[in-house]
C-alpha cells in the first residue's frame, strides 16, 4: 500500500488519540496501548467501583473500542510507512488485538468484562460496534503488512456477525427484512445509530481485502436498513442517539451523526444520507433547536430521577 491517505478511517478519532493528555481516564502503557484509568471511569460509566473491579483488582482498563479507536485515529496520522511514533502506535495497538481476542466457536470476540446499566447489566458482553471497529483497524493492518494470519482474524471477527441476539457473544438482530448490528445486546433492541454504522464499517472495510459475496449482501442488507429507518431518527429539531426516544448528546448530534450520514452518502451516493446529515448540521446551528434540545433533555433527566427515587422507595 503505497498512501495511506487512500484508506482513511471515516471518522477522525486522530483527534482524540494524537494528544490524550486531554482525556482524564485514558493513557498509554510502556508499550504504547491505549489505557483506561479504571478509578476515572466509574463517573465516565456511571457505574461502581465494585463492578470495575469484579474481573481484576488491575489499575487500568484495556478496553477494546479504545484501543481499535486509537489504531484508527493513529492510521489517519501516518505520513511514512518506515518511520514515525504514529506508525508504532498503530502498531502496538494492532499486536493487543490480535492477542486478546476471545475464539468462540471460529469466531473473535471482544467482550466486556463488567456490566453497564444502558448497554448490558451482566459482563461479558459482546458490541457489534465495538466488533466493526475492531475489523475496520485490522483490516487496515493487513493492508499495510501483509500478514496472513492478521487476515485470518479478519475473516473470524466476521464470523461474529452472524451471532444471533441473545445468543452468547451475540449482536445481531434480523427481523422484518431488517438487519441490525447492536451497539447495546439488550431485548428489545435499541438500534443505536452511531453503534450501526461503525459496526457495517467493518464489513465495509473487509470488502477491500475479500471479494466473498456474502461481505456486500450483509452491507447492502444493513444499508437499506439505516435508509428506511433514518427518519425515525429525527424528532423534528434533534436526531435521537436511538430509537428508544434518547436524545443524542450535542456530541453525538454534531460530531458523530452528521460525519457519519455524510460518510454513508459518499460510500453509497444514497440521497436521503445527505438530506439527513444537511438537516441535522441545520439543527445544530439553529438557537431555536439548541434550545428545544436543552429542554427537553432537562424534563427526561428529571423523569428518569423521579421514576429511580419512586422504584427505590416501592
Known amino acids: 500500500m503505497s498512501n495511506p491517505d487512500n484508506y482513511k478511517y471515516y471518522y477522525p478519532f486522530e483527534e482524540v488519540f494524537a494528544d490524550i493528555s486531554d482525556v482524564s481516564w485514558m493513557q498509554y502503557d510502556e508499550q ?29 482498563y484495556y478496553h477494546p473500542a479504545a484501543i481499535a479507536q486509537c489504531a484508527l485515529g493513529s ?111 439488550q431485548k428489545p433492541p435499541k438500534h443505536i445509530l452511531n453503534g450501526e454504522i461503525y459496526a457495517i464499517w467493518g464489513i465495509y472495510d473487509f470488502m477491500h481485502i475479500n471479494d466473498d459475496p456474502l461481505l456486500k449482501e450483509q452491507w447492502q442488507k444493513s444499508i437499506i436498513t439505516i435508509e428506511k429507518n433514518i427518519h425515525r431518527y429525527d424528532n423534528g429539531f434533534w436526531s435521537y442517539y436511538d430509537l428508544t426516544g434518547n436524545l443524542a448528546s450535542y456530541y453525538y448530534h454534531k460530531k458523530v451523526h452528521i460525519t457519519q450520514l455524510d460518510q454513508l452518502y459518499q460510500q453509497t451516493s444514497i440521497e436521503v444520507f445527505k438530506r439527513y446529515s444537511d438537516k441535522w448540521l441545520r439543527y445544530s446551528n439553529s438557537l431555536k433547536s439548541k434550545t428545544l434540545k436543552k429542554l427537553l433533555s432537562t424534563y427526561n433527566r428529571i423523569t428518569r430521577k423521579r421514576h429511580r427515587y419512586n422504584t427505590r422507595n416501592n
Open 32 to 60: 504504547g496501548v491505549v489505557t483506561n484509568i479504571k478509578e476515572r471511569l466509574k463517573d465516565q460509566y456511571k457505574i461502581s467501583r465494585a463492578s470495575l473491579y469484579k474481573s481484576d483488582n488491575s489499575e487500568y
Open 75 to 185: 492510521f489517519n496520522l501516518i505520513n511514512n510507512y518506515q518511520e514515525g511514533n504514529y506508525k508504532k502506535t498503530f502498531l502496538s495497538n494492532i499486536t493487543w488485538l490480535l492477542d486478546n481476542g476471545i475464539l468462540y466457536n471460529n469466531c473473535l470476540v471482544y467482550p466486556f468484562p463488567f456490566g453497564l446499566p444502558d448497554f448490558h447489566p451482566e459482563p461479558m458482553w459482546v458490541s457489534g460496534m465495538y466488533q466493526g471497529q475492531v475489523l475496520s483497524a485490522l483490516v487496515r493492518a493487513y493492508l499495510l503488512t501483509e500478514d496472513k494470519s492478521i487476515y485470518s482474524a479478519c475473516e473470524k471477527i466476521f464470523n461474529s456477525f452472524f451471532i444471533k441476539l441473545g445468543e452468547k457473544y451475540g449482536f445481531r438482530d434480523e427481523k422484518n427484512n431488517e438487519l441490525w448490528f447492536e451497539e447495546a445486546p
